[in-house]
């Protein structure tokens, strides 16, 4: 048998598993939420490359993954097709995430597997071996009995228990606590900006609740656990399977959740179901391996090697032309709407690149902590954007110079006029990597910025910095650009309004994503304090005024006492809370700073 990297991409973890030949697992690894209907596909596909990189798998190796919302034919060619694009040259095998755990788990027909975690799934594997599926079409089609059905349906019943129409629960108070606001109303606002993952984490409240004895949670267990047991029995008349067939249960809601497990038990037993629900015994990642070792030939797994072909490089996505009318055919109006509209892109591609844009903020903190720097290389827009990102780091958390580095392709020449064809030279970018000083090393985290994913200044910045021990990342708008570090940051906006000119939509999700590496990286570095920046070098009345406010805020000081404690620790206000929290003089207060490398929520908390 062949070395394997088996994946299992779930709705909302990602876990891989290296395994030698006589299958035995020696490596792992894992990554954020793996569907592509939830998320993006391109985002699955760089964890997955990710993860195949963090094994260091040999080049044979399969890559077998078993994909969240890969429920047929085209959607499975979908996900083989992008992910051959980057691991040209492998086998790569694709199913879905449910069944393998039925395949590897039962083996011969005659089986049924019951999926609750965030979702839910019901398959079926009949007496010739064929899969049948049911339910599983995501929260609004389908998903019965699923954490998040259980949480919305928690939250409604709370809601009319709130408003008197409905008998008293405690979920009342449970979920605002659980959704970590302080009032039942704050949950309006919360609901906005949650996503699938954090409503269905409700569901844990919920079910400690009816354990508790709360008769209102216990219902709403009940009700979703019938509706799923129904799609159960449904399943099993579907594939022609008698009332003792093995029903195996598996996902989150199934494994941590014993009332659910013993509700849903009941619930199938009352639908003339004999034999008792088990755990699953093969699942994640070691059902996806065992695909590969016993069931390739199935119908429902797409198994090949990508050759050359399926690798090329397409045009890049910025650069094709995208629905809709063309600009210069609209008046005034309809240009601003379309461009509004466009711009919708750039808020699915944050939240698609979310969890590698966080992995970035990790390594610019940890490389902060250290005494390193964040080292943005870029040309063009890219390299505009990161200069601006750089220099407005300085004031803004008040670090020395050359904490946060840009280098442009063309040099200042670049930021006032169009220098374009620097961008093509490698030997540009890996001169300017030299020429700083200290030398980069082990210290920095450098980051590429290159909407097309190839520009040859930014590329050779990333690969020099890396061979010099530096950890890298490469920050791309275009989905199908090859890997160029073990961090690639995509950020896929899709084709401009103006194919081509990415100071558009990409420029904008680049400057978000700049924005959030810095302010988080320096958050975690301790330059923020309570949400405050209080590393504002006050070089101005306005800034001046601002820092005596955050004095205030903190300090619990009057404008006035502010200002004066402001002047006397320097203008600097980590010193002037120290100075007064522990009545200490401004030498002493900069000393214990000093001593902790200025965080201030060190010496606060001490």
């Known amino acids: 048998m062949s070395v394997v990297i088996a994946i299992d991409c779930g709705g909302s973890h990602t876990r891989a598993g290296l395994y030698d030949a006589s299958r035995t697992l020696v490596g792992e690894a894992e990554g954020g939420p793996g569907n592509p209907v939830a998320g993006s596909l391109n985002g699955v596909v760089d964890q997955i490359v990710r993860l195949v990189t963090v094994l260091d798998a040999p080049e044979d190796a399969?890559?077998?993954?078993?994909?969240?919302?890969?429920?047929?034919?085209?959607?499975?060619?979908?996900?083989?097709?992008?992910?051959?694009?980057?691991?040209?040259?492998?086998?790569?095998?694709?199913?879905?995430?449910?069944?393998?755990?039925?395949l590897a788990s039962?083996?011969?027909?005659?089986?049924?597997?019951?999926?609750?975690?965030?979702?839910?799934?019901?398959l079926a594997l009949d007496t010739i071996n064929s899969v049948i599926r049911s339910g599983g079409r995501g929260p609004l089609l389908g998903d019965d009995g699923s954490a998040y059905a259980i949480a919305v349906d928690g939250l409604k019943r709370a809601a009319r228990a709130v408003d008197g129409?409905?008998?008293?629960?405690?979920?009342?108070?449970?979920?605002?606590?659980?959704?970590?606001?302080?009032?039942?109303?704050?949950?309006?606002?919360?609901?906005?900006?949650?996503?699938?993952r954090q409503?269905?984490?409700?569901?844990?409240?919920?079910?400690?609740?009816?354990?508790?004895?709360?008769?209102?949670?216990?219902?709403?267990?009940?009700?979703?656990?019938?509706?799923?047991?129904?799609?159960?029995?449904?399943?099993?008349?579907?594939a022609e399977l008698d009332s003792d067939t093995t029903v195996f249960l598996n996902g989150g809601l199934m494994e941590h959740s014993v009332v659910y497990v013993d509700v849903f038990c009941r619930a199938l037993s009352s639908r003339g179901f004999v034999s008792t629900p088990v755990l699953a015994p093969v699942r994640g990642h070691a059902a996806v391996r065992d695909v590969v070792a016993c069931h390739i030939g199935n119908s429902c797994i797409t198994d090949r090697v990508a050759d050359a072909l399926d690798?090329?490089?397409?045009?890049?996505?910025?650069?094709?032309?995208?629905?809709?009318?063309a600009l210069d055919s609209l008046d005034a109006v309809g240009i601003v709407q379309r461009m509004i509209r466009t711009n919708d892109d750039v808020d699915a591609a944050m939240v698609g690149a979310a969890n590698v844009?966080?992995?970035?903020?990790?390594?610019?903190?940890?490389?902060?902590?250290?005494?390193?720097?964040?080292?943005?290389?870029?040309?063009?827009?890219?390299?505009?954007?990161?200069v601006l990102d750089a220099a407005e780091c300085r004031p803004t958390f008040g670090v020395e110079e050359g904490k946060v580095v840009a280098l442009i392709a063309g040099g200042d020449r670049a930021l006032v006029e169009s220098v374009e064809e620097a961008e093509d030279s490698r030997d540009a970018g890996r001169g300017d990597l030299a020429a700083l000083t200290p030398s980069v090393g082990g210290n920095d985290f450098v980051v590429g910025i290159t909407a097309s994913g190839t520009t040859p200044y930014a590329c050779a910045v990333v690969e020099q910095a890396?061979?010099?021990?530096?950890?890298?990342?490469?920050?791309?708008?275009?989905?199908?650009?090859?890997?160029?570090?073990?961090?690639?940051?995509?950020?896929?906006?899709?084709?401009?309004?103006?194919?081509?000119?990415?100071?558009?939509?990409?420029?904008?999700?680049?400057?978000?994503?700049?924005?959030?590496?810095?302010?988080?990286?320096?958050?975690?570095?301790?330059?923020i304090y309570d949400g405050w920046m209080v590393g504002v070098r006050p070089i101005n009345s306005k800034l001046r005024a601002r820092a005596a406010r955050i004095i205030g805020a903190i300090a619990g000081l009057d404008e006035s006492s502010s200002?004066?404690?402001?002047?006397?620790?320097?203008?600097?206000?980590?010193?002037?809370?120290?100075?007064?929290?522990?009545?200490?003089?401004?030498?002493?207060?900069?000393?214990?700073?000093e001593a902790v490398g200025d965080d201030l929520r060190a010496v606060l908390d001490a």
């Open 62 to 102: 399969v890559v077998a993954v078993g994909v969240a919302g890969a429920r047929n034919a085209n959607a499975r060619e979908a996900i083989w097709s992008a992910i051959a694009n980057r691991l040209p040259g492998r086998r790569i095998v694709v199913t879905d995430d449910q069944t393998p755990v039925l």
């Open 106 to 122: 039962h083996g011969i027909g005659g089986a049924i597997l019951v999926t609750a975690g965030t979702g839910s799934c019901v």
């Open 165 to 196: 129409a409905a008998p008293a629960t405690t979920l009342s108070e449970r979920l605002p606590i659980a959704a970590n606001v302080t009032a039942f109303d704050d949950l309006i606002d919360w609901q906005r900006d949650a996503d699938k």
């Open 199 to 238: 409503i269905a984490a409700l569901a844990e409240s919920v079910c400690l609740a009816a354990v508790e004895g709360d008769a209102i949670a216990l219902q709403c267990l009940e009700d979703k656990a019938g509706l799923l047991a129904t799609t159960v029995d449904a399943a099993r008349l579907a």
């Open 311 to 325: 690798s090329a490089i397409r045009l890049p996505t910025t650069e094709q032309k995208s629905d809709g009318p």
């Open 357 to 386: 844009i966080a992995e970035a903020v990790e390594h610019a903190a940890s490389a902060l902590g250290v005494g390193g720097r964040i080292i943005y290389a870029g040309a063009g827009t890219s390299g505009r954007l990161a």
């Open 466 to 527: 890396a061979e010099q021990g530096a950890r890298t990342a490469l920050l791309t708008c275009n989905a199908e650009s090859p890997s160029v570090a073990p961090l690639m940051i995509r950020l896929v906006t899709g084709p401009e309004a103006l194919p081509g000119s990415t100071r558009l939509k990409a420029g904008t999700a680049t400057k978000l994503a700049l924005n959030i590496i810095s302010t988080g990286a320096f958050a975690r570095a301790g330059h």
């Open 563 to 593: 200002r004066k404690l402001l002047e006397d620790a320097g203008n600097r206000i980590p010193v002037a809370v120290v100075m007064n929290r522990f009545q200490l003089s401004r030498d002493d207060a900069e000393a214990r700073l």
